[in-house]
């Protein structure tokens, strides 16, 4: 979720950013999501922070994390499975990341500030932004929102700003070079986008034209197993956006002087973390996942 606060806000936004947590806390510790989607059967604040190093990370996920975030067009065939394309393709950027940053040895270099990369959390595809140049015939494309993750040393020097330029100057270098189509058969280009980006058009209250600060948080979802987790997700998020925007905002939808915040967003999409299970066992019937919840407060400029 995004939080757009004003533009003459005052201070960083910790004050925002608390206020949206304790929201998000206090509504699934008084089940008030619960009712969001009738297959929903508990919501369980976890605290952070939060790895998931089974799946697409090399070297070390144990120390201090960078998010380092892009943007892409990706056209593919269009009866291609869009999930199992990016799975490869994020395998191959965070490949070519990870060589970059650490070189073949791993990260053990002690010229490095570089430990571990991985493709966690997930790229998002924007609903409803359409890419800058028309997909031939067969194919379609998306608009995708990347992240990874580099891991730091405890000791590294400076806040990562070298580092994550050196990530981007990577990922860019292979998508300009086509070097990631050969990571499935159905990727027919992949073509790097300048940040920033927004979509307002979905799960945003008030304005988002302002500075974003993003609120991450996590939660363990317990649903009927035949439930569409989709459809779950899109509902839960939505209630907890809702309550979060009149937390931050009152009734009003932000127009309040004494707020900093101007808007509340659902994107970037929260995200299922794979391989990492539940801490409580689903009862029967049920299926529990554990999700990255991510949203933006947009405060004033």
Known sequence: MTVFLKDDAVGGGDEEKEKALDAIQAGMGGDEFITANDDIKDVRYVT??????????????????LEVEYAYELEYT????????????????????????????????????????????????LQNVPCTETPADGNSCVLVRGIMTVF???????????????????????????????????IKDVRYVTLPLTNPETGTFGSSSNKP?????????????????????????????????TALMGSSGGNSESSNVVGVSSDPKDQVLQNVPCTETPADGNSCVLVRGIMTVFLKD
């Open 152 to 186: 730091l040393k405890d000791d590294a020097v400076g806040g990562g700003d070298e580092e994550k330029e050196k990530a981007l100057d990577a990922i860019q270098a292979g998508m300009g070079g086509d070097e990631f189509i050969t990571a499935n058969d159905d």
């Open 213 to 245: 600060l993003e609120v991450e948080y996590a939660y363990e979802l317990e649903y009927t197993s035949d439930g569409d987790l989709t459809a779950i997700q899109d509902d839960l998020e939505l209630a907890m956006n809702e309550k979060t925007a």
């Open 78 to 125: 269009s009866d291609g499975d869009l999930t199992a394309i990016q799975d490869d393709l994020e395998l191959a950027m965070n490949e070519k990341t990870a060589t970059a940053l650490m070189g073949s040895s791993g990260g053990n270099s002690e010229s490095s500030n570089v430990v571990g990369v991985s493709s966690d959390p997930k790229d998002q595809v």
């Open 48 to 65: 952070l922070p939060l790895t998931n190093p089974e799946t697409g990370t090399f070297g070390s996920s144990s120390n201090k994390p």
